[in-house]
């Protein structure tokens, strides 16, 4: 007979492709993973994980055991879930994978709103690359993810959630800094501190400045907005930001934001999820938080918790918020069972992790 704990385990170590992570992610030893799969293949009589390659790969017996486990962990937890809704109560865990830029400050607020609505569920946050979000979320390693300028695809739905005025952004010193308002073409020659060429907003950013018959010199290009922001900051040139990623730089006055007068450029993000999958209770609940206004429920500046809040990145991410206002966009306020599809061009004791794998 099967064991729903040594599925668990066998899908963590294929999903992440190495013993050691998995023990790592499931907070135990990594002899007791590898002996909990060696108990799997003996039961099945068949060997799933090819342990001759590095990474690990799966033979064929191991991806149809990868694939019919997480159909049969998934059903397990919307079991759970249907019995403890009787009790109404809200427990599991949400799985939440964002973009480095939704900064903790915001993200934050919900997290603190959440605990103390649901004290019985738990929250796992991660800032990840725009890529690996998306990857989180088909390899349902999480079940929500934010990012911006979502692209469609067929496997996963995406729901509109904020846009994000772009502000040119200055240093002190610059011979803008003064200015409330410029017009796009007034950066023409200058140099740009921007993304790499990888992302998205990279993409978009270059198309704007053509459509706006606008000519920079890219100075650096980072994966990243704190090193962006960084680099403006010792004058290695402008950059075009999300006006609400440099409020704290704003608020000590190491940077300026000017308002570009004659163009209406925006980030938009969206909260991902696979598509046809059944949301436990947990992550709906946590969903339908996305939608409110965080001002409505801060508890003031600091960012502590009644429970654990780990971080291990040693950077301070900026906050995010919904539109120029402040709030949430306009008839997003309602996320019952149907989601918006973007047309783009859920322990008795919460236990709340921050991870982030910004780059030195």
Same mark, same amino acid.
């Not at 170590?13 to 992440?16: C, P």
């Not at 060997?47 to 191991?62: F, N, S, V």
């Not at 469609?152 to 994000?164: A, K, L, N, S, V």
């Not at 600091?302 to 919904?322: M, N």
């Given at each position: 007979m099967l064991e729903l704990r040594a599925v668990e385990i066998f899908a963590e170590?294929?999903?992440?492709r190495s013993f050691s992570k998995a023990a790592r992610e499931l907070g135990i030893s990594q002899p007791v993973v590898s002996e909990t799969v060696r108990a799997l293949e003996a039961t099945l009589g068949e060997?799933?994980?090819?342990? %001759?390659?590095?990474?690990? +790969?799966?033979?064929?017996? @191991?991806k149809l055991v990868?694939?019919?486990? /997480?159909?049969?962990?998934?059903?397990?937890?919307?079991?759970?879930?249907?019995?403890?809704?009787?009790?109404?109560?809200?427990?599991?865990?949400?799985?939440?994978?964002?973009?480095?830029?939704?900064?903790?400050?915001?993200?934050g607020a919900y997290v603190r709103q959440f605990e103390r609505l649901y004290p019985d569920a738990a929250l796992e946050l991660r800032y990840l690359h725009p890529e690996t979000?998306? %990857?989180?979320?088909?390899? +349902?390693?999480?079940?929500? @993810?934010?990012?911006?300028?979502?692209?469609? /695809?067929?496997?996963?739905?995406?729901?509109?959630?904020?846009?994000?005025?772009?502000?040119?952004?200055v240093y002190s010193g610059h011979r803008l800094a003064n200015r409330t308002k410029v017009?796009?073409?007034?950066?023409?020659g200058e140099s740009l501190v921007t993304y790499t060429p990888q992302l998205q907003v990279r993409t978009e950013l270059d198309r704007w400045l053509k459509q706006a018959r606008v000519n920079v010199e890219i100075s650096h290009e980072f994966d990243n907005i704190e090193n962006i922001k960084r680099a403006v900051e010792i004058g290695s040139g402008i950059a075009l930001l999300p006006l609400p990623t440099v409020r704290r730089e704003l608020e000590i006055g190491s940077l300026k934001a000017i308002t570009l007068e004659d163009v209406r450029w925006v980030r938009p993000l969206g909260i991902i999820h696979k598509k046809n999958r059944q949301l436990t209770t947990a992550v709906r609940k946590f969903l339908d938080l996305l939608h409110q206004n965080p001002d409505t429920f801060l508890f003031g500046n600091?960012?502590?918790?009644?429970?654990?809040?780990?971080?291990?990145?040693?950077?301070?991410?900026?906050?995010?918020?919904?539109n120029s206002s402040g709030r949430p966009l306009a008839g997003s306020s309602?996320?019952?069972?149907?989601?918006?599809?973007?047309?783009?061009?859920?322990?008795?004791?919460?236990?709340?992790?921050?991870?982030?794998?910004?780059?030195p």
């Open positions: 170590v294929a999903t992440l060997q799933l994980i090819d342990r %001759t390659k590095r990474p690990l +790969e799966l033979t064929p017996a @191991g990868l694939d019919a486990g /997480r159909d049969l962990l998934d059903r397990a937890l919307r079991l759970e879930d249907s019995v403890r809704h009787l009790k109404n109560k809200v427990v599991g865990t949400v799985r939440i994978a964002a973009i480095y830029s939704v900064g903790l400050l915001q993200m979000v998306v %990857t989180s979320i088909t390899d +349902e390693i999480a079940d929500l @993810g934010i990012v911006s300028f979502a692209s469609r /695809r067929p496997d996963i739905t995406c729901i509109p959630w904020q846009e994000q005025e772009i502000a040119l952004i017009r796009a073409r007034e950066i023409d600091s960012v502590q918790t009644g429970h654990s809040l780990q971080t291990t990145s040693g950077i301070v991410p900026a906050v995010a918020v919904s309602a996320i019952a069972a149907q989601p918006e599809v973007l047309p783009m061009p859920d322990p008795p004791q919460e236990r709340i992790v921050v991870q982030s794998t910004i780059p």
